[in-house]
């Protein structure tokens, strides 16, 4: 006979062994997205950009290994994400360079590690028209 403290345990029992056969999926899911972020990161010609970049894919594998990172967001929802960050500008040009940054254009200097990443963006903006002093 089952009582109320029995039902919980014996549920538990039953859903230990699906939770490893996930947890090894998933493993192997980190294992395989690390190893092509660090043929990526190997892909780096200057040796700064490749240390940093080797250090963020072990960073990322680590949290994924935790559980703290969601493997379920894509490159597209992050894309997504780093381009509502921009809605903060409140300026139309500002908001637009933040969106070309954030989508990769300029360049990148820095490292989370080291205190910040410092992105520059170069363009030629056309000066406003002189106003007719009348």
């Known amino acids: 006979m089952m ?9 538990l029992v ?3 062994p699906l939770a490893s056969a ?4 998933d493993r192997a899911g980190i294992e395989a ?8 990161c190997l892909e780096q010609v200057d040796a700064d950009s490749r240390r940093a970049c080797l ?3 072990g960073a990322v594998r680590q949290e994924s290994l935790r559980g703290l990172r969601d493997a379920g967001v894509d490159e597209a929802q992050r894309q997504r994400n780093a381009i509502a960050r921009c809605a ?3 300026g139309a040009l500002d908001r637009a360079m933040c969106e070309r940054m954030a989508l990769g254009e ?3 200097s820095g490292s989370v590690e080291g205190g910040g990443v410092l992105r520059q963006l170069e363009v030629e903006i ?9």
Not at 22 to 25: K, N, P, R, S, V
Not at 126 to 134: H, N, S, V
């Open 55 to 57: 250090r963020d894919a």
């Open 126 to 134: 056309d000066p406003e028209p002189a106003r007719d002093p009348r």
């Open 106 to 108: 300029g360049v990148s």
């Open 22 to 25: 996930l947890a090894a999926d």
């Open 14 to 16: 039953w859903a230990l």
């Open 33 to 40: 997205r690390y190893q092509a972020d660090r043929r990526a």
């Open 88 to 90: 903060v500008h409140k």
């Open 3 to 11: 009582n109320a403290l029995t039902r919980p345990l014996c549920a």
